[in-house]
């Protein structure tokens, strides 16, 4: 009893804590939470790439579907340590072009910002230091709450982006040719792109105001031109096209699954939009977007929330209640509204969804009928369509809102500057490493492999022996389905010999592949 009285005692009769010690126990706690909040976002993101397995899984045919998720699956093998050695280093040191930032151009041997520097050129070089594999903070360290779990919520994002490009190219892909692809599209372009216009150092927002706060045009949009440029070189799916010109119906094996895949990749959205956020502890105090201009969580809850009804409404609309085209259009919507998520108003997130879900149907439609690209899951339309509508959305009806460290006004300029940047970045991204893949065929499996099924080239099974498989049908364009001729190996030399455009000896074409309507 007394050695408690004692230690009362002691406790009245110590000084109190200095303001120093209350500040940085004050910035300890927020740097806790900070780390928390990441690791959080992290967990629930995954369940967008459970969404992708499912959905591609779904989508495909029955004979490629177990080579489909695990396509998946390795996505993440190999893009994790290819972004972790050089990816972040690439988003922490080009943000000002194409030439890296030196810490030494900024800094004397006594670690203090040389004359005439400006300070945010200062931190940008500090960062960049603190980016590459080798440093101290990329690693176990007590002094370090943030840069782990900061490091995992943008290496998320560059599984998603490598993700959208996955379902487009399935059943005709080689393996080994994805994964290089989605090494470079996951690890190199998206995240250039991000440290040019993702950034509170990037040149597009602080001399232009470029404005894309959750990641509309730099992760979707890119993503999705980057896919464009890899499916001209891929060319469709053997009998995709008719002789006729009209195109095959490839249902999915098992549209269930795809509508549960998109669902979980919702889920997994309000995660991504979370953690594109950023905890500011100094004046003014709270959450900042990626230019670390103040927002709320609040926001960023109603664009997503409201973003999803407006695209289901007009996907729904648009494809005249097609269960893959009205799920597609929620996710159209939400990328409609991510660029301006932080200071649009409900109402203008609702009117920019419908307007984003219908136009991902009719983006998709044209992509598949007039195009003759053979986008199996419409992520071209989705992702890069939307993704670009997204930023030139906050050009029409957000201009003038002061975007980061400078207070650059957004402007429609500065949005088109940003899409005219990013654009060819993103095509010739997919679209010159294709060219060269295919050149040494190396691009897509053989015709042999691709009409037996991947499945049974990769694993020698057939994970469905009980079903009968389905026949293809060819839509015409009324909409009538009628019995397709069996799907012949010859086809499979028109298909090449044409590139992705068939010899149409007629002008119509069928719906969409892979459920797209």
């Not at 740097?31 to 629930?44: H, P």
């Not at 219908?358 to 071209?380: H, T, W």
């Amino acid at each position: 009893m007394s050695g408690l009285l004692g230690m009362v005692v002691a406790s009245i009769l110590a000084a109190p804590p200095t303001l120093q010690e209350l500040q940085d126990q004050l910035t300890l706690n927020s740097k806790i939470v900070s780390e928390q909040f990441y690791y959080w976002t992290v967990v629930v993101m995954w369940l967008i790439h459970v969404g992708f397995m499912s959905y591609e899984a779904g989508a495909g045919r029955r004979k490629n579907v177990m080579a489909t998720a695990m396509k998946n699956i390795l996505t993440i093998a190999v893009v994790t340590p290819t972004f972790f050695y050089f990816g972040w280093w690439i988003y922490g040191c080009f943000g000002h072009g194409l030439i890296p930032i030196n810490p030494d151009n900024f800094f004397d041997s006594a670690g203090n910002l040389l004359q005439g520097k400006a300070p945010s050129e200062g931190l940008m070089a500090t960062f960049c230091s603190e980016t590459t594999p080798w440093a101290a903070n990329l690693g176990p360290n007590l002094q370090d709450h943030i840069s782990g779990v900061f490091w995992a919520a943008f290496l998320l994002f560059s599984w998603t982006t490598a993700s959208i490009m996955s379902g487009a190219i399935i059943e005709r892909a080689r393996l080994s040719a994805y994964l290089l692809l989605a090494c470079l599209l996951g690890s190199v372009i998206w995240i250039l792109d991000a440290s040019w216009g993702w950034s509170w150092y990037g040149f597009l927002p602080t001399r232009w105001g470029f404005h894309d706060s959750i990641a509309g045009l730099v992760v979707h949009g890119v993503a999705g031109a980057f896919t464009l440029g890899v499916l001209f070189n891929l060319g469709p799916r053997i009998g995709k096209y008719t002789k006729d010109g009209l195109a095959r119906s490839f249902k999915p094996h098992n549209l269930h699954l795809t509508l549960m895949g998109l669902m979980l990749i919702f889920t997994g959205f309000y995660a991504f939009y979370a953690a594109c956020l950023v905890i500011q502890p100094t004046t003014p105090p709270g959450w900042g977007n990626i230019y670390l201009n103040p927002t709320t969580l609040s926001s960023i809850t109603f664009a997503i929330t409201i973003g999803f009804a407006g695209g289901f409404t007009g996907g729904y609309f648009a494809s005249r209640g097609d269960p893959f085209w009205t799920l597609s259009g929620g996710l159209a919507g939400v990328i409609s509204v991510s660029a301006g998520a932080d200071i649009y108003a409900p109402s203008l997130d609702y009117l920019i969804a419908i307007f984003g879900g219908a136009l991902a149907v009719y983006a998709g439609n044209f992509i598949e009928k007039k195009m003759r690209v053979d986008d199996a899951v419409g992520a071209v339309a989705v992702h890069g369509v939307c993704g670009f509508w997204s930023p030139l959305a906050v050009g029409l009806f957000a201009a003038g809102y002061p975007t980061g460290i400078n207070n650059i006004d957004t402007s429609l300029t500065g949005q088109l500057y940003g899409m005219m940047v990013f654009l060819p970045l993103g095509f010739l991204g997919g679209y010159i490493p294709s060219w060269i893949l295919k050149k040494v065929n190396l691009m897509r499996v053989p015709p042999e492999v691709e009409l037996e099924g991947l499945d049974m080239a990769e694993f020698q099974t057939d994970f469905y022996p009980e079903f009968d498989r389905p026949a293809e049908v060819i839509v015409l364009p009324d909409g009538t389905e009628v019995p397709s001729e069996p799907i012949l190996l010859e086809e499979y030399e028109q298909v090449i010999s044409n590139g992705r455009r068939p010899v149409a000896a007629g002008t119509g074409a069928g719906s969409g592949s892979g459920g797209e309507g």
